[in-house]
């Protein structure tokens, strides 16, 4: 069983990930998220506005709306060549994409021939109206990205910002994949984290900061405990013609590498777009030189999904405990959906079960904590270590009579006695 699979049959288990609409079949290319798999994703999106926005002066937030004037989507040229090479087996009626097979010549499903390639759109087509057959077709966007372009002048306008200046987006984006595969990673639902940050049309000022974003992303995968062996630059031989430069953050995915980030100079593309398309200025006033000029965009455009899938992967771990086995999720505690489990020592002893709860209740009150009180103490940690818990809190005798807990670590686990009234304290600082 390869990382896909145990990931994939890990996250249904736990509750991280489950298939789309799995009573009525599925839908393919679609995910729900469950009960972990939410708080991982709402922490690595809180971790990166941290990082992008509540860290720093020069940057900026927005959230833009999923549906958009469809002119947007002319200007930035989606509607023209935002598309993939489709084939199809004249055999099986099987659909493929003609850039990703290794043999171009035969369907991989049933040897069959292939059509002549066809190019495929992938903006998802929806209609807005109350009257049918008057109704506006319009897309959900293909990517985040043109909502803080089609808003720079009233950034601009509403706040005190100077280039350079940066403008940070989370949010959905939806394409028609052809093929959506491996598990999250390549899905027509999905969620991405992107900077759009404006420089001015400077050679070489821009590629500093080219550089410096580049850098930063890849820090901040590794900051949250993602390991540098399994991260490398790629480097983007084949630029798109508005591009200068383009690098992908690349993740070791069980020995084949896969994109995870891009970081894209995009020159002076997107605003120069809009500003034709829309009859609006979209220069900037430069208050030191005097000066109007288009900026150029450095972008670095991450998967909040695929992040996620990664960040399993990576912390996936198979390892032997005397004579068994465990299979544990080593996240950063940052990222952890429970920072922390709570345990009776006994569910069968009320004063250990208030004394638990109390505990529990105080904890919930700053994060998100576990309770179980199913089974052994064994098999408690063995479920709270696949859910990638930190830390789990016994409460027994010993602590009725002089408040302490013992803290068991997910990692190294080893056991430690602490005072109730450091517990808050132990786990902040095993936070940072």
């Known amino acids: 069983m390869d990382i896909f699979e145990k990931i994939t049959a890990l996250a249904k288990r736990r509750g991280f990930v489950y298939p789309g609409s799995e009573i009525y079949g599925g839908l393919a290319g679609t995910w729900d998220y469950g009960p972990l798999g939410v708080e991982l994703k709402r922490n690595l999106k809180e971790e990166f506005w941290k990082f992008s926005v509540k860290s720093r002066d020069n940057i900026v937030g927005i959230d833009a709306a999923i549906i958009m004037n469809p002119k947007v989507w002319e200007a930035s040229g989606h509607l023209a060549s935002f598309s ?41 087509e929806t209609y807005l109206g109350v009257v049918e057959g008057e109704k506006t077709k319009t897309y959900l966007r293909g990517e985040i990205t043109q909502g803080v372009h089609v808003n720079f002048k009233n950034i601009i306008s509403s706040t005190r910002v100077k280039l350079p200046f940066g403008v940070a987006q989370v949010g959905k984006a939806f394409r028609n994949e052809i093929t959506p595969g491996g598990f999250t990673f390549r899905s027509r639902e999905f969620e991405q984290m992107e900077i759009q940050f404006y420089v001015k049309p400077d050679e070489e000022e821009s590629m500093k900061w080219f550089e410096y974003w580049k850098e930063e992303r890849k820090k901040w995968y590794l900051s949250l405990g993602m390991r540098e062996e399994n991260l490398q630059f790629k480097k983007h031989d084949q630029l798109a013609h508005y591009a200068r430069a383009a690098y992908d953050i690349e993740y070791n995915a069980g020995g084949e590498w896969k994109e995870m980030e891009g970081i894209h100079h995009r020159g002076d593309w997107d605003v120069k777009q809009h500003e034709a398309y829309s009859k ?97 103490i064994g098999k408690r940690y063995r479920a709270q270590d696949e859910a990638g818990t930190p830390f789990c809190i016994t409460v027994d005798f010993d602590s009725l009579e002089k408040d302490d807990v013992t803290i068991r670590d997910r990692d190294l686990m080893t056991q430690e006695r602490v005072k109730v009234t450091d517990i808050h304290k132990f786990i902040a600082e095993k936070m940072k």
């Open 280 to 376: 609006q200025d979209m220069t900037y006033f430069d208050e030191e030189t005097k000066e109007r000029y288009l900026p150029w965009t450095i972008e670095t455009s991450g998967g909040v999904d695929r992040a996620a899938l990664f960040f399993l992967m990576d912390a996936y771990r198979e390892e032997k405990v005397g004579e068994d086995e465990r299979v544990v999720l080593k996240l950063h505690p940052k990222l952890a959906p429970y920072k922390a489990a709570v345990f009776p020592l006994l569910a069968n002893k009320p004063q250990l079960v208030e004394y638990a709860r109390k505990i529990y209740g105080d904890l919930k009150n700053e994060w998100m904590v576990a309770w179980d009180e199913r089974g052994n």
């Open 84 to 124: 993939d090479p489709l084939v199809e087996c004249k055999k099986c009626h099987h659909r493929f994409r003609a850039d990703q097979l290794e043999d171009a010549s035969k369907c991989p499903d049933c040897g069959g021939e292939f059509t002549e390639p066809k190019q495929f759109n992938l903006m998802v």
